[in-house]
């Protein structure tokens, strides 16, 4: 450390600031706290902590806590001497309770708690627990992440979102400003609007369940003082214009509104002129709104469905934003689809894609879902690869034959010659239910480039079809990149798969 130090010695502060800037403020602290004055100096700076992580993520988004030798150090030496200048924690439960009760925290007013149980979280609201009588005045920001699995930010994990029950819950804040939670139900959110934060200025809610309830919530009062509201549910909910929308009508003071729902059951589709109606007309300090909104109706038929072009005329006013339109209909279910969106697009996944999806940059999107009852051709697959450049999932569903095997360059090239796809970040690849063409489309050297280290899920029978019984020497290449294989509807395998797909776990 000494010879270390010599050499961070010879540069300026500045230049030493801009470097460790680049680690994390842990790693920062951790290392170079109590080397020598000056580095104390600098390490203290505010820089370093005002926002202190003091857990670990592992590549797989696992949130872990800190090893008890850096616990230690932590909370015997360093958190002594700059406790009066943390703003931020974020904390999980294993450790939360010893770290709070290090030292006192005077300036601090927010905090990420991660991967929280229900109940602990649950609890962390009521009068009595620590957290409560240690922050209840003090804490203006609050993010809770409850997982049960132990992981973060992924959409598909298992969540145990934040609930309730049928009781009001007996805590109440006239300092809490900001709140980021997951929660169950909508009733959940009702009760955390019901006047017990009455300051709160910024609310985001990722709700698992909307739906109808025979409890008796106070929806009524207005929410003079909320300023943000995001609402994102990835589930159907057919409760849109009963609850939703009289919940939005108590927000008339909101500068920003971000929506992302799935909305069915209604005779028409969510358009420009609901959201006019509804909404925009409603808030008149609104100046951003965001939203990705996507509605199922079985009302419309070939006849009747409005055309792309009549949803997004009712979206030309919106001169903020580049509004985004497709309209589908799937004869075989007799349903149709309609979907807005803003663009630029922040969420990390895109669902449902068609063959109607009109292209663009998604740089954002990680997870991406596609059904069609059309086939997808080559070209389909080209646009997606272009589209969502960082895409590490995506599930596939689509019955239908490929028409075209081969994609066609240009309409003067004669010869059927194939662009080579590259998915260069895929590591999940979902082909359960689809047409033994699209294997082949993943799978053939001469179509698909996978990258190292895909799991893929499908069907035994297709997949031995599409290999010819796993020895086609066209779709050994990208079968040697396979990492894990989940094979539906077969239990037992061959001893020959082990050559085919040699660094594969089959399942």
Known sequence: MEYLSVHLNDLSDKILIYILKKLSNIDVLYSLFGVNKRLNKIVCNSIFTNHLTLLKSSLNYCVLSLSDRILDRFCVQILPEIHNKIKWLDLEPFSMERILLAVNYPNLYGFGLYNIQEEKAIYLFNDESLFTRMFKNQVSSLVISINANGSLSSREDVYAQLSFGISSPNVFSSTLLELHVCLSHFTDCLYLLDGRFNELRILHVNINFISSSNLTIDNQKKLPNLRSFSLHCNRDTYVYDELIVPLLYRMSDLEKLDLSLIISGKGTFVDGNDLKTNIINKMPFLNKFTFNIRSFSHFYNQINIPSNEDIQHTLNDY?????????????????????????PYKLKHYDNITNNFSGGIFKCVREVSSFDERSFEHEFFLRIAESFPLMEKLTLINMKPQINKFYQQSKNDHQHLSIVIKYSHLTDLNLTKIDED???????????????????????????SVTHNFTRNETRQNCAKLKIIFFINKSEFPEHLKDYFPCAKIL
């Open 438 to 464: 699209y294997p082949e489309q993943f799978l053939l050297d001469t179509k698909m480039s996978l990258p190292n280290g895909i799991f893929l899920q499908t069907d035994y029978q297709l997949l031995n």
């Open 319 to 343: 001169k903020d934003n580049q509004i985004i339109s497709c309209v589908d209909y799937f004869p075989n279910r007799n349903s149709s689809q309609g979907h807005i969106y803003s663009y």
